[in-house]
């Protein structure tokens, strides 16, 4: 299977920012100005704007993602926010384990496994992210790193469960700093997730998984990453709040695809 087979996905993710009314007018500027567009596109508000944002994208293909969610239905889990609750506020998608979940709130790959099985039986298209620290990278143990990762979430599944299943490559180093992985570096560490769905899972669910790339993705660097062919979408954070630059990236130029 080629990169051609596996859905384009750009996802916005707006982490803790903006009033209602700033989400309101991000998302119709969004949705006013799309255009037609064949690969998927989705945006993660806070979760006190889902509802609103949802409402404003009812006629629109723009999905509405949460950037995180417990792994019980219910029940006494002060501050907490559950799969059902995020269907019933109209989620199709939830981001599952960024870095600043698991640096700032504990997040560890035994509970994004327990998430990722609540997402997936909320029928929510999880966006798994995994990605390793400067450190991590200048000794040598990135590949390490990603493999305890795709492990630690993506084990003990039946394979048709994860069929739907996304992952997010954002080496940790490139979030929110402006310092983007070259586009040889993200190739690399997607054939290697990859690699690791591959070994858990068989060929052809790794193969038809996608694999977006997240960490300072603006509309200068994002044809060059796009035109990996193992760089199946990106994961957008700074960059998605500002419509103009988001189109430009929804819209990216990648024709060296195959
Ligand atoms: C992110 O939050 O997932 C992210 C990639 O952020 P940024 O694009 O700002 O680096």
Redesign the pocket.
């Known amino acids: 299977m080629t990169a051609s087979h596996r859905r384009p996905l750009i996802a916005g993710?707006w982490?803790m920012n903006g009033s209602l009314k700033d989400a309101a007018e991000l998302v119709q500027a969004l949705a006013k100005d799309l255009g037609s567009v064949g690969h998927e596109v989705i945006v993660a508000p806070p979760f006190t704007a889902l509802t609103v944002v949802g409402e404003l994208l009812k006629k629109s293909p723009i999905k509405l993602a949460a950037q995180d969610m417990h792994w019980e239905n219910a029940g006494a889990y002060t501050g907490e926010v559950s799969g059902a609750m995020l269907k019933d506020a109209g989620c199709h998608a939830v981001?599952l384990g960024?870095?600043?979940r698991r640096r700032l709130f504990g997040d560890t790959d035994a509970t994004v496994q327990r998430k990722l099985k609540a997402a997936l039986a909320h029928k929510l298209l999880p966006i798994v992210?995994i990605g390793e620290t400067l450190e991590e990278r200048e000794s040598q143990r990135t590949f390490k790193v990603l493999e305890t990762q795709v492990k630690g979430a993506l084990t003990g599944f039946a394979p048709s469960d994860l069929s739907s299943a996304v992952i997010?490559y954002?080496p940790v180093w490139?979030?929110?700093?402006?310092k983007t992985a070259t586009p040889e570096q993200a190739q690399e560490a997607h054939v290697f997730a990859r690699r690791q769905v591959a070994a858990l899972y068989g060929d052809g669910l790794a193969q038809g998984m996608r694999i977006l790339y997240?960490?300072?993705?603006t509309p200068e660097n994002v044809d060059s990453l796009m035109a990996q062919p193992d760089v199946d979408g990106a994961?957008?954070?700074?960059?998605?709040l500002k419509p103009i630059g988001f189109l430009r990236i929804i819209h990216y130029q990648a024709a060296v695809r195959s």
């Open positions: 993710n982490k981001i960024h870095s600043e992210c997010a954002e490139a979030i929110g700093t402006g997240g960490g300072s993705v994961l957008v954070g700074g960059a998605s």
